[in-house]
């Protein structure tokens, strides 16, 4: 009986991000309503997060779903430590369907850091990811391991970049805002790994 309650633990727990079948980056195509993006994934540096944003890209969530923050200069009151990113997340009819949370692969063990044009997961304690991502607009540290960003310096978890769309994501940051929360939020159409 004791042989039994792992799986049993296990099943409840749902299936663990497996790593990518195919070697080397993935490339994913993020259809928006404001234009394009194409993001490759580092399966090999964070193979935990890659798998997880690619199950959940493999599966449709996304399609649906929309960047709905922005954060720039001028929309953080009380934070001393700023940054720029755009956010987005997942089809909310989907969410019920979502996977469980994964591990925080911090950035001091995966070498990855958040350069302007990095993806990474959006998350609130350590190990709390899910399916919101995030894309930086210039360099940030402070999202790194050991940043002052959150009170737990233990950053976000970067797992890949943007290889082209910039110029749509700096145009999704400067839109129409109530606070960070982009109003009316951008549509992601469709978001579909690449051969």
Do not use: W
């Not at 993020?30 to 890659?50: K, L």
């Not at 001393?80 to 909310?92: E, K, P």
């Not at 044009?117 to 998350?123: D, E, N, V, W, Y």
């Amino acid at each position: 009986m004791a042989a039994v309650l792992p799986l049993v633990v296990l099943l409840a727990l749902g299936p663990a991000p497996e790593a990518s079948p195919s070697p080397g980056p993935a490339r994913v195509l993020i259809q928006t309503s404001r234009g394009a993006i194409v993001v490759e994934v580092d399966t090999a540096r964070a193979p935990v997060t890659a798998a997880n944003f690619l199950r959940y890209v493999e599966g449709g969530f996304y399609d649906g779903g929309h960047f709905h923050r922005t954060v720039r200069p001028d929309n953080q009151p009380g934070q001393t430590v700023r940054i720029q990113v755009i956010q987005a997340g997942i089809n909310a009819r989907r969410a019920k369907d979502g996977f469980p949370p994964i591990p925080l692969e911090r950035t001091s063990l995966t070498g990855l850091r958040h350069l302007d044009g990095t993806i990474s997961m959006a998350r609130d304690g350590p190990d709390t990811a899910t399916g919101d991502f995030f894309i930086c607009i210039g360099d940030q540290p402070s999202l790194d391991y050991g940043g002052k960003r959150n009170a737990d310096g233990q950053g976000f978890a970067a797992f890949g970049r943007v290889v082209k769309g910039m110029p749509v994501v700096r145009r999704i940051q400067a839109l129409r805002a109530r606070g960070q929360r982009l109003v009316p939020p951008v549509l992601i159409r469709s978001a579909r790994r690449l051969p």
